[in-house]
């Protein structure tokens, strides 16, 4: 009989349980692990950033590069109608104008003004989730005006008026909670500016309006009604 042919080259053999694929070696799949770790660092860490803090980092950025500055507190407490006299004041206030804590039981009514208005009043409507643009008697007629077509802008929940005090300077006000759930657990942001920025004043209103203690809807808080 004539020999069997020899079969030629070597035969694969399966791979043994547990050892590396052909081509990677144990050096290449720890450089890969490496980078897959630093990828989800990376994705985690945008994450936290676009949910952001109670320092509302974009907000602050925007207005200090206009040159304002922009204070938080602890919200004042109690947060109650005890402050009895809608032209009274309170004691436990931490911010000039007021951001927060007592004030009385009728909030002032939306849209803007020619004369100042009640703060223990104007605190109650922060209370609400709205903003108060407050001015000094120093401000420039041509800065008025251009509030004043800003808030025409913006009239859900926003409150308009002078605030002499204030001289050259602009106060931007809200009363912000983490949820209508903790209300209590707020922080009252205080800006205050020496001219007029739309970038500031658009970031300060997308950061810190409607989030209020008692949040109402949007369209119940439209100039004219309380």
């Not at 909030?107 to 989730?129: I, K, S």
Request: charged fraction near 15%; aromatic fraction near 8%; hydrophobic fraction near 35%.
């Amino acid at each position: 009989m004539p020999p069997k042919p020899r079969p030629h080259g070597k035969k694969s053999r399966p791979p043994v349980p547990g050892s590396t694929s052909p081509g990677l070696d144990r050096r290449t799949i720890v450089l890969i692990a490496a980078a897959g770790a630093v990828v989800l660092v990376l994705v985690a860490g945008a994450f936290a950033f676009t949910l952001g803090g109670d320092d509302k980092p974009d907000a602050r950025a925007a207005l200090e590069a206009a040159g304002c500055t922009l204070t938080a507190v602890p919200a004042a407490q109690p947060r109650d109608h005890s402050v009895a006299s809608p032209t009274g004041t309170s004691k436990k206030w931490n911010t000039n104008p007021p951001t927060s804590g007592p004030h009385y039981a009728v909030p002032v009514v939306w849209g803007m003004y020619d004369e100042p208005v009640n703060q223990a009043q104007l605190v109650h409507n922060l209370e609400h989730g709205g903003i108060a643009v407050q001015y000094g008697d120093k401000v420039s007629a041509e800065t008025v005006q251009q509030l004043k077509t800003f808030v025409q802008d913006h009239s859900r929940g926003t409150v308009l008026a002078p605030y002499p005090e204030l001289g050259d300077q602009i106060a931007l006000g809200a009363w912000v909670t983490p949820s209508a759930n903790e209300p209590d657990n707020g922080t009252g942001y205080l800006a205050k500016c020496s001219s007029f920025d739309q970038d500031a004043f658009d970031a300060f209103f997308a950061a810190y309006q409607f989030q209020g203690p008692e949040r109402f809807p949007m369209d119940s808080l439209l100039p004219g009604r309380t």
